[in-house]
């Protein structure tokens, strides 16, 4: 049963900006992910802020610089078969067809998707569990199968969102419009680890909007690819994944981004693999070792250590399919 | 087992003879035909009135407060601000006027009632609330304030019995003592075995999950009580909440026209029948009840978690020559059947078995009935395990199979089948697969491998009476088909149209079923074990064959020949010696003048010194990416052994639909239930994964070994719902360990769970 709350459907995003400063606020963009956790009680609302009616935060176009602006309220749909994205990013649009179903993504939006709770069945379900404010975490003594293998402390999510590591990757930027006026910042710093606060996904203050995500133009010779293991065909979130964002010139990888998805509370970005693949020619080889040292200092929980072979396993596959 | 038979295996009860003499049928006009739904418009359309549809004026609507706790006992609740929200209309505890109501009997005891102070696994019912609108009565769940103390709980079936388990139960953790099976000499026959495998497998906990969630609304006239429930039997909703209430069977009215699935989860009533039926007393208003998914997934039922270990011996030609079965499983919090060994004890050729069922307490939900209770885990680890000695004999699994297929039943006294068609399934099976050629192409190198499997099974039980069914001839030559049955989405009104339209040549535009209604139709089981069309087809052909009696002996009279002389053709009663001499039907003088001719057909008892079964092969193709493990089911082909198909339409999708169930239990489906807290984690159609359109193969085939058995009924048909679920997870799994190697004992078959094992292996692609 869904708590009875208000519901706002502002004009502009200064409007926006101020419902959703109020206390209890929440943003509903396609609504996906917040009808269902307040329907499960996972928090509650005072208001809902409707974003529908912000024209501005819909579709996609070039910037100046060759790149591509996406509204945070563009479907993971239109982003999936628009054939730019496709062509120039090509992790992005996989990221956005391996998420969820046909229904969803005709309905979810990319904001959303990265400003999406965390799928944790603890925090899902009838559990006071820290990131609730309660006061343990129950993965660690408990059911873990689907938890982090990096990154965790105190809390063990793994980050949701199937676009977020696509576009850290792709070294996109975010714009967020809030009380205090407009930033920009790369998507790889939204994302906050629970060692930082173990409350919150973003770093998103009360009253701050996601407006639009950036694309760089694409590199010369850019190739990429976002592989994503489940349990089912569809509606299955990560159970470990990968985003490659890599370009090639001469035969040999002149920058790459590689980032993990399903594995960490953040999307899991691996300098080292990115280091250890530029400069080189891409093959069976050197995706063993990417691959190798993409999982090393994993620290699987009690019921997670097949994230590090699965991982592992797609990481290899993922470069071989660029090699 | 409970006192809720399903799978029975007593004594046949006390029949009337079937009202007609009816030869088999030869060849059919109608029966067996592709006829598409008779409801099929209703039912794509919306137009179908489900009971959770179902609204009436003045309708309150209730909501069931349940224990957030695995065990724990209720040291008091204070309901005095629900009662001041608004809309509450009122609220049931413990402590109400008749609420204090027996619950779950087993073995001549109940175990529980309707609110028991101790709750026993999170989700057991603490209180209801009525109220104006559905959203006020959940408001007002959450301001009753409960008490708890709570108390040490137990998951997992392998650990009940520890001697410092918690007790779920104050006499003790077993519901029953084991039950032991035995034929021959074990240790003879493992003694002669030239090969022996031996290993233990389980399956995980499984839930039902029906589109359409379990409920009821209930209204009251004086001390009169309609019921409109989801279930897949209105007779046995009326017997338990007439039982609960203390009332007269002719007082309840329960009707069941369509409802949602069920799977075996809605053969009986449930608390939240007696509840909505209570609140509607206390408030004088019609109630709906129905539960939320999360509901269904905590409390209205499971196929249990069974741990199986099995020992196989054969001799060099496969011949087998003794089986070792034990099966630990759990009805759950309160009792339910939880035996696995059935098909370890029947489906092959074996002299020499020992097998045992313990059936023991958890606090976890209660166990339902669910498609094929015990057998396809059963099959999960007997089949494997056959797949297991096939290796080491170095024999095609197929073919050690088709060495070993009985033509008694050795578990029931050695009684022939009335027909039997697992050779035909393994065959044709095979064929149609192509086994043989598949198998010696497969290649085992590269990331991803291919893999296939075979399993067996089946499932023994042919229906029975009672059933009775009432045919009416109206004067204008239109068919009214009365029937208690559920039509439980498998089509049942369909083939009966069918079988009645087989026998007066009605089309079935004209032919109406009425159905599922105690108050106005006839007395049917509910529709389980595979049983509907075995035992109210037959029911259904002798009313109708009534019916044609009387019309061609009223139009006997008519045309001054002897009934025997004529037929029915169309529309017309004929002379087959003259055809000059017809009648209308609707000018038969015995109709006009009564404006209807009734036939009533019951269902004659089950042939003696014979046993009816259905068998089937399944058959299995995978791709397991060895990097990942992931596994992809790539092509299934069922084949199945039912004797006659009554409607090719409805048989294949419930063969369709087994082998899709069959999939979840073998790749995706499993509770998961927290070990701290004995909560599940997974109850939601997200977490508890259901398989989708994208995991379900394209290439499905269906097949029927067609067999022809004019003595399991008078239909000639055996069922099919159940033995089509049976052998797929255990088909899935032997062409996982076909394709890279490496046995999965325990279901599902996941890439966590392969992922790990293929990393110990050290499987590289
Ligand atoms: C069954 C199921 C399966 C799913 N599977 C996947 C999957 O495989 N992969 C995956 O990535 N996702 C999956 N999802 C999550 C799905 O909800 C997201 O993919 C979707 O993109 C969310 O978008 P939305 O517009 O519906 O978000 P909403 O529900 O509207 O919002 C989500 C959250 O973000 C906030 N928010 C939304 N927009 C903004 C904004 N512009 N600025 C600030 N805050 C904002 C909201 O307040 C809310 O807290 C699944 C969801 C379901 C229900
Ligand atoms: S992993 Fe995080 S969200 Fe999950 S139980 Fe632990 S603290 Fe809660």
């Known amino acids: 049963m869904l708590p009875s709350f208000r519901y706002v459907r502002p004009r502009t995003v200064s409007e926006a900006v101020k419902a959703l400063a109020a206390e209890g606020a929440r943003a509903h963009a396609g609504g996906t992910d917040l009808l269902g956790c307040l329907r499960d009680g996972v928090f509650d609302a005072k208001s809902v802020v409707s974003l529908s009616g912000l024209d501005d935060l819909k579709g996609i176009s070039p910037t100046k610089d060759g790149g591509l602006k996406i509204g945070a309220l563009t479907t993971l749909a239109e982003v999936a078969r628009h054939p730019g994205i496709a062509k120039g990013w090509p992790a992005l649009a996989q990221g956005a067809a391996a998420a969820a179903s046909p229904q969803l993504r005709n309905q979810g939006t990319l904001g959303g998707n990265l400003c999406q709770r965390p799928r944790c069945w603890y925090f899902r379900g009838d559990f006071d569990c820290a990131r609730k404010g309660g006061e343990i975490c129950y993965a660690v003594e408990g059911e873990n ?12 999510i793994v980050h949701p969102s199937d676009t977020a590591s696509p576009l850290v990757a792709l070294r996109a930027t975010v714009k967020v419009v809030g009380p205090k006026g407009a930033r920009s910042l790369p998507v790889e710093k939204l994302f906050v680890l629970p060692a930082v606060d173990h409350t919150r996904e973003t770093i998103l203050a009360p009253g701050e909007v996601l407006t639009e995500v950036l694309l760089p133009p694409p590199l010369e010779g850019a190739k990429g690819l976002y592989r994503k293991v489940r349990s089912r065909g569809a509606w299955d979130f990560a159970l470990g994944g990968v985003a490659l964002a890599l370009s090639v010139k001469d035969g040999k990888v002149a920058s790459a981004g590689v980032v993990l998805s399903g594995v960490a509370p953040t999307p899991w970005r691996v300098p080292e693999v990115e280091k250890l693949l530029v400069g080189k020619a891409l093959d069976a080889k050197l995706a063993a070792e990417a691959a190798e040292l993409a999982v090393k200092g994993a620290e699987p929980m009690s019921g997670n250590d097949y994230k590090v072979p699965l991982v592992k396993g797609a990481v290899e596959e993922a470069l071989l399919a660029l090699a | 087992m409970t006192d809720l038979l399903y799978w029975l295996q007593g004594p046949v009860p006390e029949t009337e003879p079937p009202t007609a003499e009816m030869p088999p049928w030869g060849e059919t006009k109608v029966v067996g035909k ?16 489900y009971p959770l549809d179902f609204a009436l004026p003045d309708m309150l609507h209730a909501a069931i407060l349940r224990s957030p706790h695995a065990h724990a006992r209720v040291k008091a609740i204070d309901t005095s601000a629900a009662e001041k929200m608004p809309g509450v209309r009122a609220i049931l505890t413990a402590f109400s006027p008749g609420a204090d109501v027996p619950w779950y009997r087993s073995r ?8 028991d102070e101790r709750v026993r696994h999170e989700g057991d019912e603490v209180a209801a609330v009525a109220a104006e609108t559905r959203a006020q009565a959940f408001d007002a769940l959450k301001a009753i304030r409960v008490e708890y103390e709570e108390f040490a709980f137990v998951l997992d079936p392998r650990e009940s019995l520890a001697p410092d388990a918690p007790l779920v ?3 003790g953790n077993r519901y029953g003592e084991p039950a032991r099976y035995e034929r021959g000499d074990l240790a003879a026959g493992f003694a002669a075995a030239d090969a022996v495998v031996e290993a233990t497998y389980s399956t995980a906990c499984e839930i039902h999950a029906p589109m359409e969630v379990h409920g009821s609304v209930a209204k009251w006239d004086g001390n009169r009580l309609t019921i409109w429930d989801s279930t897949q039997g209105v007779f046995v909703v009326q017997q338990m909440v007439a039982g609960a209430l203390k009332l007269p069977l002719a007082n309840v009215r329960v009707i069941g026209h369509y409802m949602g699935g069920g799977f075996g989860s809605k053969l009986e009533a449930g608390k939240y029948t007696v509840i909505a039926a209570l609140l509607a007393k206390t408030t004088a ?24 270990k099995v020992k196989i011996g054969a001799k060099k030609d496969g011949a087998l020559t003794a089986i070792e079965f034990s099966s630990i499983g759990s009805g759950g919090a309160y009792p339910n059947g939880a035996d696995t060994s059935f098909l370890a004890t029947d489906l ?20 339902r009935a669910m498609r094929a209770p015990g057998f396809p885990q059963g099959a999960w680890a007997l089949e494997q395990a056959m797949d297991e000695l096939a290796l080491k004999l170095g024999m095609d699994p197929v073919a050690l199979r088709l060495a070993n297929v009985p033509k008694v039943s050795q578990r029931r006294g050695n009684l022939p089948y009335t027909s039997t068609g697992l050779a035909e399934c393994l065959r044709d099976g095979a064929k149609a697969f192509g086994w043989e050629t598949t198998r010696a192409a497969k290649k085992d190198d590269g990331p991803i491998r291919k893999g296939y499997g075979v399993a067996a099974g089946m499932w023994g039980y042919g229906g029975g009476p009672p059933a009775r069914v009432v045919v009416k001839l109206f004067a204008d030559g239109s068919v009214n088909v009365n029937a208690g049955a559920a039509d439980i989405g498998t089509g049942t009104k369909t083939v009966m149209a069918q079988t009645v339209a087989e026998e ?26 595979s049983k509907t069309v075995p035992s109210d087809m037959p029911a259904a052909r002798a009313a109708a064959v009534e019916v044609r009696t009387k019309l061609l002996a009223g139009a006997a009279e008519e045309l001054k020949v002897p009934a025997a002389e004529l037929k029915l053709e169309g529309a017309d009663v004929v002379s087959t010696k003259d055809p000059a001499k017809k009648l209308a039907v609707t000018e038969v003088p015995a109709l006009q003048r009564n404006q209807v001719i009734v036939g009533v057909g019951t269902r004659g008892p089950n042939v003696e010194g014979k046993v009816i079964s259905m068998f089937a092969a399944h058959f299995a193709e995978v791709e397991v990416n060895v990097r990942t493990g992931e596994v992809s089911v790539t092509k299934l082909v069922a084949a199945q052994d039912s004797a006659r198909v009554m409607n090719r339409l409805t048989f294949e999708c419930q063969v369709q639909g087994g082998l899709v169930m069959g999939l979840g239990l073998g790749r995706t489906e499993e509770r998961v239930l927290d070990r701290q807290t004995g909560k599940m984690v997974n109850a939601n159609w997200h977490d508890y994964k259901i398989p989708t359109a994208l995991d379900v193969p394209v290439a499905q085939e269906v097949l029927s070994a067609e067999l022809v058995d004019t003595e399991c009924n008078t239909a000639g048909a055996k069922g099919v719902g159940e033995p ?23 279901s599902p078959i996941t890439p966590p769970k392969l992922a790990a094992l293929l990393a110990a292996a050290g499987k590289k692609g």
């Open chain 1, 145 to 156: 199968t689907y938890h982090a293998i990096f990154g965790g402390s105190g809390c063990f």
């Open chain 2, 285 to 308: 208003r019609p109630v709906k009840l129905f539960l939320t998914r999360e509901e269904v997934f905590l409390n209205a039922g499971n196929r249990p978690a069974n741990t199986m």
């Open chain 2, 34 to 49: 592709p006829v598409p739904r008779v409801d099929a418009y209703e039912r794509v359309s919306g137009s179908a009135v």
């Open chain 2, 169 to 171: 139960h104050d006499g």
């Open chain 2, 504 to 529: 007066l040549g009605v089309p079935l535009e004209k032919i109406r079923i009425e159905h599922a209604d105690t108050g106005t139709t006839q007395y049917s089981g509910p529709s389980g074990g």
């Open chain 2, 108 to 115: 001549g005891r109940f175990y529980s009632k309707l609110f």
């Open chain 2, 348 to 367: 092959y050729t074996c002299p020499n078995v020992a097998a045992v069922d313990e059936n023991v307490a958890i606090n976890a939900g209660r166990a």
């Open chain 2, 724 to 746: 089509a679920t049976i052998p797929t997870a255990a088909a899935i799994a032997n062409a996982v360990r076909d394709a890279v190697g490496l046995r999965v004992h325990d």
